[in-house]
T-cell receptor, first 109, second 114 residues
Framework: QQPVQSPQAVILREGEDAVINCSSSKALYSVHWYRQKHGEAPVFLMILLKGGEQKGHEKISASFNEKKQQSSLYLTASQLSYSGTYFCGTANNNNDMRFGAGTRLTVKP | DTGVSQNPRHKITKRGQNVTFRCDPISEHNRLYWYRQTLGQGPEFLTYFQNEAQLEKSRLLSDRFSAERPKGSFSTLEIQRTEQGDSAMYLC????????????FGSGTRLTVV
């Protein structure tokens, strides 16, 4: 079953922060986050595993609340290069993944 | 390794024709996935393989769609009797069995049915 993402779109000024949420109605083993730029393939950002810790690198981090079956992606001090569509992918038992409809992020100068 | 390779990049076909797409995954990856993506939507799961075994196929997939991975290496996705609703980007991805390093996607094959 497809996870639900919110918001559908967000517009930021360079340097501002954003949070993208992902929720599932099913128990999750893992949550993946990907970014897709227009006309390109999705690119893997990070994975959060059941029982794992919050992850992140530089100014992009994510959390995973197993009980609520939710994950959030945090982008701080956004840069122009962060623009794109962000997808969460959820998997149970680490098998095939279902993706949300995406959150379109636009960072303006 | 050159990543996940998909061919062709674009395919225009007439309604009713059959089409076949090819995906070459990263050689160390034993899992291979096919997704379909339409404008403004996330990738929609079609099917996946672990080595040569097809482990799951979406119930949304009609009998016109078939996929193979004969030797556990490259995979083909065939659509028979194409319909206009089949127009989409078809994405292939591969991963390690433990899936803990994410999926690597190919650039996709854009299918247009006219």
């Amino acid at each position: 079953q497809q996870p639900v993402q919110s918001p559908q779109a967000v517009i930021l000024r360079e340097g501002e922060d954003a949070v993208i949420n992902c929720s599932s109605s099913k128990a999750l083993y893992s949550v993946h986050w990907y970014r897709q730029k227009h006309g390109e393939a999705p690119v893997f950002l990070m994975i959060l595993l059941k029982g794992g810790e919050q992850k992140g690198h530089e100014k992009i981090s994510a959390s995973f609340n197993e009980k609520k079956q939710q994950s959030s992606l945090y982008l701080t001090a956004s840069q122009l290069s962060y623009s794109g569509t962000y997808f969460c992918g959820t998997a149970n038992n680490n098998n095939d993944m279902r993706f949300g409809a995406g959150t379109r992020l636009t960072v303006k100068p | 390794d050159t990543g996940v390779s998909q061919n062709p990049r674009h395919k225009i076909t007439k309604r009713g024709q059959n089409v076949t797409f090819r995906c070459d995954p990263i050689s160390e990856h034993n899992r291979l996935y096919w997704y379909r993506q339409t404008l403004g939507q996330g990738p929609e799961f079609l099917t996946y393989f672990q080595n040569e075994a097809q482990l799951e196929k979406s119930r949304l997939l009609s009998d016109r769609f078939s996929a193979e991975r004969p030797k556990g290496s490259f995979s083909t996705l065939e659509i028979q009797r194409t319909e206009q609703g089949d127009s989409a980007m078809y994405l292939c991805a591969s991963s390690r069995r433990d899936n803990n390093y994410g999926y690597t996607f190919g650039s996709g094959t854009r299918l247009t049915v006219v």
